[in-house]
């Protein structure tokens, strides 16, 4: 019997596996892939000389959490890699913004191409930041409501400017543009970077998190494991088991056993059962837990209509290149960058957040592009590039503004003509790009979800960060913490708070939950009337299972 079961082998549960095994709890992750990992995998699936991220490549937010950095990965042969710069975009002009590690550098770049007011501009918003930091990431990170954390925060605020800095974090990432910069580098650096979530560059909000992440750029910078992303899943995975846990792929969990409103295990496809002494730790979508893996029968009335209203983000496109030599890049500033944002201007990156978000397909899809072996030169022969592109994509397509007439269906035609939209993007900023593809694999969003079930419809961040699900309202309403209606169950995905990002946090936040409810379990145990309840934990319901 283990103490714990953890659903699913990604970095989230991986994370929550092992603070519960730094406890002493026995843990057992069973995975329904053939290999663990979730969207943490890389492959030689597209040429045998060139390594490729299945789905998720670049880890500032890894860097920056203590969830990931405080379990030494480094110690079980974690190695991290960056490019020379962390992200560019390049402009049709022939300009390009770039983000480097150090302030300094970036506002460097910024004076040389867009003048010295942006780059005042520019250092104003990383002052903001150092004023912030540590105890802003420390409040995003922790379960809500962020106590400790987040006091430190409000009042770092305060002394940072009071209500105009509370203001900023408001701003949609356009109005921060207009106010703050005189040339568009700076802004579509930022805008860039809240595309890499499900937001407009009107919504309220955006400029915080596209600033969030280009600060994070600035001081972790944008790092990718050496040799591709499993080797990050396999050191998880090797400090797991150097602790007694175990991870069991090839096993996928369709019932969570839940008896007398406590979960004490679960069953797998196979009819198996795995009994949990402590508590199930649920690594996978609020909906594929809540009426699934969970019965109706043994949830508030209420969660059934509030998933009804759950949204996930946008789908995704992915496209895999091996390529025989260096991007030609336009701008000679992209050829260093690890991520490169490809879109002409803000009003064309709010064009293709508009139309995704009202279904339509985007005629000129906004990309973001990988130059791997830039980052990490293991990861292909010498003088050649191992890449990627993804662009998101309607979960459901109601018009296609191109001219191929994709419906959704992703077959091979719409495979293929969505592959070569984005590949005229790219030969847009990058003119012969195309003359150097030696091998391609397009991962259409039903093919992303094949490879991981957790990605549903091509959604990568779990559901849309959009602030009417985020904080409280993430899944649902009135919840923005790991415990669930079901006692003894905790859910530790993206679709718990904080939300999408390979950070550990959901897991470890899970994890946690599970500590204390353990320990005050624990605490009470000697009190009137608890010894009937540890008998009733422990013994009559085994004959159940």
């Not at 369709?254 to 409103?261: P, S």
Request: hydrophobic share 45%; aromatic share 6%.
């Amino acid at each position: 019997m283990s103490d714990a079961i953890v659903i699913g082998a990604g970095p989230n549960g991986l994370v929550a596996a092992n603070v519960l095994a730094d406890a002493g709890w026995q843990v057992d992750v069973l995975e329904g892939q053939a290999e663990p990992g979730g969207a943490v995998r890389s492959d030689r699936g597209v040429h045998p000389g060139y390594v490729h991220d299945v789905f998720s490549s670049f880890y500032p937010l890894a860097m920056a959490s203590p969830a990931i950095g405080g379990l030494d990965l480094e110690k079980h042969g974690l190695r991290w890699s960056h490019a020379p710069t962390v992200l560019a975009h390049p402009l049709p002009d022939g300009r390009c913004a770039t983000l480097h590690r150090g302030a300094a550098a970036t506002c460097a770049g910024l004076e040389s191409t867009f003048g010295g007011a942006d780059a005042g501009a520019w250092q104003r918003l990383s002052q903001l930041w150092d004023e912030l930091d540590p105890h802003l990431l420390r409040t995003l990170f922790t379960p809500f409501p962020p106590v400790k954390a987040g006091a430190a925060t409000a009042a770092r605020i305060r002394a940072a400017g009071g209500l105009r800095a509370l203001r900023f974090l408001t701003l949609p990432v356009r109005r921060l543009a207009q106010e703050e910069f005189t040339q568009p580098g700076a802004g579509l650096l930022l805008a860039g970077c809240a595309l890499h979530a499900d937001m407009l560059p009107e919504g309220v909000g955006s400029a915080a998190f596209g600033w969030l992440m280009a600060m994070l750029g600035q001081q972790v910078g944008w790092p990718v494991p050496v040799g591709g992303a499993s080797a990050l899943t396999g050191a998880l995975v090797r400090r797991l088991e150097s602790l007694g846990g175990r991870v069991h792929c090839g096993a996928p969990v369709v019932e969570v056993i839940v008896r007398g409103g406590r979960a004490l295990g679960v069953r797998t496809v196979d009819g198996r059962a795995y009994r949990a002494h402590r508590a199930v730790l649920a690594d996978v979508p609020a909906p594929a837990l809540y009426g699934s893996l969970v019965g109706w029968e043994h949830l508030p009335p209420r969660t059934a209509e509030d998933l009804r209203r759950f949204q996930w983000d946008f789908s995704t496109l992915k496209v895999d290149w091996a390529l025989d030599g260096a991007i030609p890049w336009a701008a000679p500033a992209a050829a260093d960058a690890g991520t490169v944002h490809l879109g002409a201007d803000l009003d064309e990156l709010s064009d293709y957040a508009l139309q995704l978000t009202t279904g339509r397909l985007p005629r000129r899809p906004f990309a973001l592009l990988g130059q791997m072996t830039t980052a990490d030169p293991a990861r292909s022969p010498a003088g050649t590039e191992s890449a990627w592109a993804y662009t998101h994509v309607p979960q459901k397509i109601k018009d296609d503004l191109g001219p191929d007439a994709i419906t959704g269906r992703w077959d091979t035609r719409e495979a293929h003509a969505m592959a070569e939209r984005v590949e005229d993007q790219v030969e847009r900023f990058a003119p012969g790009f195309k003359d150097r593809i030696v091998a391609r694999r397009i991962l259409t969003p039903p093919i992303l979800q094949s490879l991981n079930p957790s990605l549903v419809g091509g959604a990568i961040n779990g559901g849309t960060t959009a602030l009417h699900q985020q904080l409280v309202f993430r899944p649902v309403p009135g919840t923005g913490r790991p415990e669930t209606p079901v006692t003894g169950l905790y859910l530790a995905s993206s679709s718990a708070h904080p939300g999408g990002g390979v950070h550990g946090a959901c897991g470890a936040n899970a994890a946690r939950a599970a500590l204390r409810s353990h320990r005050l379990l624990a605490g009470r145990i000697l009190s009137p009337g608890l010894a009937a309840t540890q008998r009733l934990l422990s013994g009559p319901r085994e004959k159940h299972i």
